[in-house]
């Protein structure tokens, strides 16, 4: 290797953008095909996302829930793992460009999932944050137990209302963990940690533009996971979009405004830019339209998988952006690309869904498989061992099992630090 | 309470600035005493030192060595904690003031510790950075991966050199520690991730200016730890300044020019601001000169411990600016106080030197007991041993203890995770 440009494999080179459950899933499922694979991601780590709310509410550390990428495929001896930013496609060249290096690939999969949407209010991100990557979320940690320290030794009565306001917009699964976890932080875990404040007077708002909490779930679900939150404190405001967001807090549609220190936010999904680098077509949050076999239209070696591709299911809706979603279609291009090299047809891309979980609070959830819907306990239990259980690595599992075992039995959270930014 | 000054409480208030080993056990020392205890810190965390650069090196997360202070003192009821950053101290009317606040007390126990120190190039900070914060670690165990990254990327074979040669400044303790963390690091931890770079083949230079390592051992042990260094991979430099340093590297002061994308800085600590709001007498570190009770000349109600106090040891050399020094002091203050209040006599601080412990690697260390000197495998043993014993908190105990049986056992680091300063 040398210049600028990598010298074209002997053996097909697969390049896969993005180690999250689609592209890592894609990696493994071609680890006995005769081909080298390239996963390029700008961090370092797999992540499993479905507990992030988590390392954002102080119940486990980053460490707990995200992994190495090359660790992962370190035995894997056909993968290379490369830490860089993708910049673009050229399609035609079928190469992947970085700031530094073009990538050559026969087959791309592209498997860069979504960022959250402000509807056109991107200056918003800074004053409510969303719940991403790693980065956010230790962010997310930093304001909500500032919040409470502030509010400890504030000695204007006013601004401790403001500081002990806590306000989640959006109420999809993220939103509903969130606000859950804070209202449980704030009434249990840390509640004989202050003298100056009650933590328990805590007010946690859940505000949602649409009629219910969680529109994936069916209406008995959704009202059941609303009366489960206000069991826990939160208060669930339906209908309620935000339109102003500044330093003082949030107005909502009706007019009405709440003052707050610590906005977070949950509203929505925009897909990565893979739809301007293919330009390619795309919905309107910016998922890329795919064939059956989560092909690009016209470019059968380029897949888009995950929360970036717009895949119809069986019943003629979108696939949801879930984790077991994106790693069925991962295993499914792994699956596709070896039949093609073996010149053996696959047929079209199935969703299997196997259930949808979403958690509240320390045993409160919801889960509906179609034949049977469950929600309170029965369901956490099923939604702690799922997790558990899909949680990637052995040693990971044990170290997550004794916090979780640990926090349910003492009321603790083990990972309240509020972390610099910059060395200081 | 209400403006911006706290009322004076009925029984008499120990303020206690800083929640590092000296302020910690002077506030849990005073837990029974009839007294009103606050302690301020500009962090929300008290944290166990001695591991920090654990974290640095990616084998413990920041969870596992800190916890919250207020965690700590929570059901201590006479006890207040407040995240705040001291500005000054006005010894005449007694009273600590924060950007603000005013904070009255009858007793006053600075414990603020010491940064590292950077002989008036203090430029050199951002591009060698020092360990005493969770976040200095954080950004340290970031620098060290991403070295490692942007190797694998590379192209260019001088690049790659000088991305894969790490320098460490500094032979004591945290030098030797994190030079042996980062050998052990790329030897053996990653030694299987990577495709086209050899990660076994990383350079790791320990710089020390003084004749030789561990000036605060016996010489016997300063020469087995440089030589179990050397079996580690280190190269160790004595008598050997740094003089210059850049993005490229660093320049020795016999003007040999060693390029790196990483230098560490561990060559001396400066004692916090302390001796500047008291207008008090230091020595050239800024260690504020104590008395035999390790009060502040002329002021007896105020107390200075741990790396912030000049205290002499009873051979006349200066107690060390270690944990169990700083312990002992927190301790002492918190008797004599209580011993003050009840009009008994307290005779002056003695340091009990329990002996003296530095780890250099997996199963490398050296202790010195006076009466016995061990080094290699039975150091390493103990040294685990009164790490862990000593580590505040029974469940971090157990999660590092795990920690270390897995690392031990399958040469793996837990926590290689290079993690955003902001989420992007």
């Known amino acids: 290797m040398s210049g600028g440009r990598v010298a074209p494999a002997r053996r097909p080179r697969v390049v896969i953008i993005g180690a999250g459950f689609g592209g ?134 006013a601004a401790r209302v403001r500081l002990l306001t806590f306000i989640v917009v959006g109420g999809g699964p993220t939103g509903v963990e969130l606000a859950g976890a804070i209202a449980e932080l704030a009434r ?93 077509e795309a919905d309107r949050a910016g998922r890329v339209i795919v064939c059956e076999d989560l092909s690009l239209p016209d470019n059968p070696e380029i897949f888009i998988i995950g929360d970036t591709a717009l895949v119809k299911g069986e019943d003629g809706k979108p696939v949801p952006g879930v984790a077991p979603a994106a790693k069925q279609m991962g295993k499914y291009v792994a699956r596709l690309i070896k039949a093609r090299l073996a010149g053996k047809p696959v047929g079209p891309f199935r969703y299997a869904n196997y259930g949808n979980l979403a958690t509240i609070g320390r045993k409160a959830a919801v889960a509906d498989f179609g034949w049977i819907r469950l929600s309170g306990f029965i369901a956490w239990l099923l939604w702690s061992f799922a997790h558990l259980w899909f949680l990637v690595g052995f040693r990971n599992r044990i170290v997550v099992f004794l916090d979780w075992a640990w926090a349910y039995t003492t009321f603790d959270r083990g990972a309240r630090l509020i972390t610099e930014r910059r060395s200081t």
């Open 188 to 280: 249990q875990a840390i509640v004989r940690d202050f003298r100056h404040i009650d933590s328990s007077t805590a007010r946690v708002v859940l505000a949602e533009a649409g009629p219910r909490l969680l529109p994936a779930f069916p209406e008995s679900l959704s009202a059941s996971a609303k009366k489960q939150l206000e069991k826990l404190g939160v208060e669930v405001r339906l209908g309620h979009a935000v339109t102003q967001c500044d330093e003082n807090g949030v107005v909502l549609a009706d007019g009405h405004a709440i003052a707050s220190g610590c906005v977070l936010w949950a509203a929505g999904v925009q897909a990565s830019r893979a739809a301007k680098w293919l330009k390619a």
């Open 24 to 157: 890592i899933n894609a990696a493994i499922g071609l680890k006995n095909a005769d081909v080298d694979v390239t996963v390029i991601d700008r961090r370092n780590y797999h992540m499993f996302q479905p507990l992030l709310y988590q390392v954002a509410t102080a119940g486990l550390s980053p460490a707990q829930i995200a992994m190495p990428i090359r660790h992962i495929l370190r035995s894997q001896k056909n993968a290379t793992v490369l830490m860089d930013k993708v910049e673009d496609v050229d399609k035609e060249a079928r190469i992947v460009i970085t700031a530094t290096r073009r990538i050559p690939y026969n087959h791309l999969v592209i498997a860069t999932g979504a960022r959250h949407a402000y509807f056109g209010r991107d200056d918003w991100e800074d004053l409510a944050p969303g719940l991403k990557t790693v980065g956010d979320a230790t962010e997310i940690r930093a304001r909500i137990l500032t919040a409470f320290e502030k509010a400890e030794v504030s000695e204007d009565p």
